[in-house]
């Protein structure tokens, strides 16, 4: 493949692409293709290979087999390049924590060699975009999580990228934290920037992605969009039984096989697929089946992963 070969809409290419680590298999033989202006996404557990991929893609880690185009170029020949053109959010954050908020970005700015007044300008405008103008002279130090992170977000952006790589940008966060980076990503994809992230969090991909790559020991295992693995591998609803000790829940097996179209046994509840949860809690009822705890639910990709790899996303 050369320069150049990629479609006009895909800023990523990937064929047979893999990472070694000796004789430990990181990626392995994955194919993907990332477009223009989405919102792509790697779901998986940790060491699914994710971040391997990401840092592959990111130019800072090569490939050691298959072939890898970002924004149309080989990451081995014009790795400087591309680097300029792409924004960078690590797992952990890496800001100057000794520094103000208003030095990270300029600091951060020189590196990609802008002319100062055009950095300051930008960092004002992501000051704004990070809610975090009141802050700009305090100490980075200090601030909260959720602060660090919006500011980590908010200077992998000083460039003016085609296309920026969240690695985890959440994990770590209080649920109102979380909300507000969400906030700040759509803000980004309404502007045309091209998102990439990976995430352990089913909720977090099926609000954000179009389309999203479902990644266990290295491989991909699905792709599509949430609503389109939701409909491909699991029904409509799920019920949710919890019981009092495990014997209760494996009397329960046999009636689980009559009144859903199929179930998932787990160390501590069972989960019931069906398209209808009411009708399917009735008929529980007809025959005695009593839990704990009843719950009916819509499917999630917690749910896709499970018939997939039959394993939960947080094993």
């Known amino acids: 493949m050369s ?43 940790n060491g699914a290979g994710k971040t391997s991929t990401m840092r592959m893609i990111s130019c800072v880690s090569p490939p050691t087999g298959g072939e890898l185009r970002v924004l149309g170029l080989d990451p081995a020949a014009r790795g400087p390049e591309i680097r300029s053109r792409i924004g ?11 520094l103000s908020v208003w030095d990270n ?43 660090k992170r919006r500011l980590t977000i908010a200077r992998s952006l000083i460039n003016d990228p085609e296309m920026v790589l969240l690695d985890e940008p959440t994990t770590g966060l209080d649920p109102q934290a979380r909300h507000l980076l969400w906030d700040r990503l759509y803000g980004l994809k309404r502007r045309g920037v091209t998102l990439i992230l ?38 409509a609803e799920v019920v949710e039984l919890r019981f009092a000790d495990h014997d209760l829940q494996e009397k329960a097996l046999p009636v689980a096989v009559e009144v859903a179209e199929r179930h998932e046994a787990l160390a501590d ?23 704990v705890t009843e719950l009916t639910r819509r499917a999630s990709l917690e749910d896709v992963f499970l018939a997939l790899t039959g394993r939960v996303l947080d094993e």
Request: aromatic share 8%.
């Open 105 to 147: 970005f300029i600091i951060y700015g020189r590196y990609f060699g802008l002319p100062r007044p055009l950095l300051r300008e930008r960092a004002e405008e992501l000051l704004e975009f990070a809610r975090l103008t009141e802050r700009r002279n305090d100490r980075v130090d200090p601030l909260s999580g959720g602060m």
């Open 269 to 291: 509840r069972l989960l019931l697929y069906t398209d209808d949860g009411e009708a399917t809690r009735t008929a529980l009822a007809d025959r005695g089946i009593e839990a």
């Open 3 to 45: 320069d150049g070969a990629l479609e006009p809409d895909a800023l990523v290419r990937a064929r047979g692409l893999s990472k070694r680590f000796g004789d430990f298999v990181a990626v392995d033989r994955v194919d993907f293709e990332v477009r223009r202006g989405e919102v792509f996404g790697f779901l998986g557990p």
């Open 88 to 98: 960078v959010v690590p797992q952990e954050d890496n800001l100057d924590t000794e």
């Open 198 to 235: 990976t995430t352990h969090y089913m909720d977090e991909a099926e609000q954000l992605c179009d389309r999203l790559v479902v990644m266990d020991e290295g491989r991909i295992v699905d792709e599509g969009s949430p609503r389109q693995l939701i409909e491909r591998h699991v029904t």
